[in-house]
């Protein structure tokens, strides 16, 4: 079974640094790439960027370039979402999904984790 | 970047009503649309990609259309479990974005 575990819940200050993670199992975590996608409150779904796991080839969406920083460590099947320093407006969820696990050309999220809420106040 | 646009933001409805969200492209996507499910404090779940092939496990009470730029997911009869935000997605090209969603609401 394909299982994406994403790491807890975070409270951080603005400024503060943080990096949250994604670990596949049930599936061969360098053969599929993996996105990260933030949902603010209430809001839609914002795709952030992807990775190759197998290559640690990224891929960043314009509004995100320069203000995350997407990794992957295949040796522990987990992929990583970090920031240097939050602001406020980082508060969401984040989720992390797979790429084309299902198979077809251009393929869309089919398995998602869980989501971790970061919360950045002061 | 293509835009996304989803209609209606939100709706009402009664079990066993039907139910149609539609999504709009800003260009063409040929057949690359992908719907999904999210119900409250829950990840997104991949309902229908492409554009009209339910995925496995997926009630047979879904279903999608269209191509080029304008689709549409319908629920034949709408059944509680089925109250949730809808999305959808293009995934012709990166940036791959997503609709604002669509709130399925118990009338």
């Known amino acids: 079974e394909v299982q994406l575990a994403q790491s807890g819940a975070e409270v951080k200050k603005p400024g503060e640094s943080l990096k949250i993670t994604c670990k596949g199992s049930?599936?061969?975590?360098?053969?599929?790439?993996i996105a990260w996608v933030r949902q603010m409150p209430g809001k839609g779904l914002e795709w952030m960027g992807i990775i190759d796991p197998g290559k640690s080839e990224t891929r960043y969406s314009p509004s995100y370039h320069g203000r995350v920083t997407i990794s992957a460590d295949k040796s522990i099947s987990t992929a990583s979402l970090q920031w240097r320093s939050l602001q406020a407006t980082d508060t969401a969820i984040y989720y992390c999904?797979?790429?084309?696990?299902?198979?077809?050309?251009?393929?869309?999220?089919?398995?998602w984790g869980q989501g971790s809420l970061v919360t950045v106040s002061s | 970047d293509i835009q996304m646009t989803q209609s209606p933001s939100s709706l009402s409805a009664s079990v066993g009503d039907r139910v149609t969200i539609t999504c709009r492209a800003s260009?063409?996507?040929?057949?690359?649309l992908a719907w999904y499910q999210q119900k409250p404090g829950k990840a997104p779940k991949l309902l229908i990609f492409?554009?009209?092939s339910l995925q496995s496990g997926v009630p047979s009470r879904f279903s999608g259309s269209g191509s080029g730029t304008d689709f549409t997911l319908a629920i034949s009869s709408l059944q509680p479990e089925d109250f949730a935000t809808y999305h959808c997605q293009q995934t012709e090209s990166a940036p791959w974005t997503f609709g604002q969603g669509t709130r399925v609401e118990i009338k």
């Open positions: 492409p554009a009209s």
């Open positions: 049930g599936y061969n975590f360098t053969n599929y790439w």
């Open positions: 999904a797979t790429l084309g696990i299902r198979g077809g050309s251009y393929p869309p999220f089919d398995y």
């Open positions: 260009e063409n996507i040929r057949r690359y």
